[in-house]
């Protein structure tokens, strides 16, 4: 029994802690959370009421058999003839027998009351399984909607901060632990427009022209958006690119400015983006980088994208 009520208290603990991601206003988890509680009650009450019952049936019980040993014990003295025991009135015999039944009957009693009680405590114990059972499937249904609306507000919050005006500002940190990794970096998605082209950015490391040295690439990459029936192709914008001084005395930027043609980067793309537009990259020196006080400050870059979207 007490290992019942601590598993079940356990459970409506847990479900309760659920109850508060579940909607305040929806009428039928409120009222099979009530009769759950209510149900707890019950339980507790009858699980008390119980124990006392127990608890008294075993002193009676043992009042019994304390009772039944005096009696044998008379019994015994009496059958032997024993003069001090044959003295004693008759009366106190049947008084004696009168108390044993008594004790039987409330024995009795005591464990009728018991069983009608556990009989009810199983029917408590049904309905709260099965209230619990459906109070937990709503539980887990809520908890779907809620993932569901999580990730569609995710969705809205990312569209929301998206660039739509042909420009993105990419803010790069860890910059030194990502030269020391060597591993392709991508950009975030910006567009032209609300239903314009759909872009990115890759930066990646490779050696320099000379191969002595090792420089930082910025490719420029066309993705497969949900308007690209409706637009020009192959892409024509003129496209810059620019590390970000972030020395405010010096501003020299590093620029590349980008023409495209009719090569693969720039037609329409048939898969989920097109291949990085490598041969139009940029390629800056990475000790050009490191060594000019505003291109990496406190470990991060600035990469700033311009497209030109005049004749759109």
């Keep these: 029994m007490l290992l019942f009520l601590k598993d079940f208290t356990k459970r409506v ?56 040993k005096n ?10 003839g024993s003069p001090t025991m044959l003295e004693l009135p008759t009366a106190m015999s049947q008084n004696h027998q009168l108390n044993f039944n008594d004790l039987q009957r409330q024995c009795e009693q005591t464990a009728n009351s018991i069983q009608l009680l556990c009989e009810k405590l199983n029917q408590v114990k049904l ?15 809520h908890g779907r909607k809620l993932l569901d609306h999580s990730s569609a507000i995710t969705k809205q919050d990312s569209q929301l901060q998206m660039s739509y005006d042909g420009c993105l ?24 427009g609300r239903y314009g082209y ?29 308007f690209d ?16 001084d972030q020395d405010k005395e010096t501003s020299q930027h ?3 400015i980008i023409y495209p043609d009719s090569s693969a980067p720039f037609l ?14 940029s390629l800056w020196p990475e000790s050009k980088l490191l060594n000019h006080p505003g291109y990496i400050v406190e470990d991060t870059m600035f990469i700033k994208i311009i497209v030109d979207t005049s004749n759109l």
Aim: hydrophobic share 40%; net charge positive; glycine share 2%.
């Design 169 to 192: 500002t990419w803010k790069i940190t860890k910059v030194r632990s990502w030269l020391l990794e060597n591993e392709p970096l991508d950009g975030p998605i910006f567009y032209t």
């Design 254 to 256: 590093l620029l590349h």
């Design 229 to 244: 029936s409706l637009l020009r192709w192959p892409f024509q914008q003129k496209i810059t690119m620019m590390v970000i």
């Design 127 to 141: 309905s709260v399984y099965t209230r619990m059972v459906d109070l937990e499937s709503i539980v887990e249904e």
């Design 268 to 281: 329409r793309p048939i898969s989920n983006k097109n291949v990085a537009a490598e041969v139009f990259s």
């Design 198 to 226: 759909k872009m990115s950015v890759k930066l990646t490391q490779r050696l320099c022209q000379s191969g002595l040295e090792k420089c930082v690439s910025l490719s420029f990459v066309i993705m497969k958006g949900e």
């Design 13 to 68: 603990a847990d479900l309760a802690v659920n109850r508060r991601s579940c909607p305040s206003d929806n009428k039928k988890v409120v009222d099979v959370f009530r009769a759950v509680e209510y149900l707890c009650t019950e339980v507790s009450r009858t699980s008390e009421r119980i124990d006392a019952l127990e608890s008294k049936l075993a002193g009676v019980r043992v009042s019994q058999q304390e009772f039944k």
């Design 71 to 80: 009696w044998e014990d008379l019994r015994t003295c009496l059958e032997s």
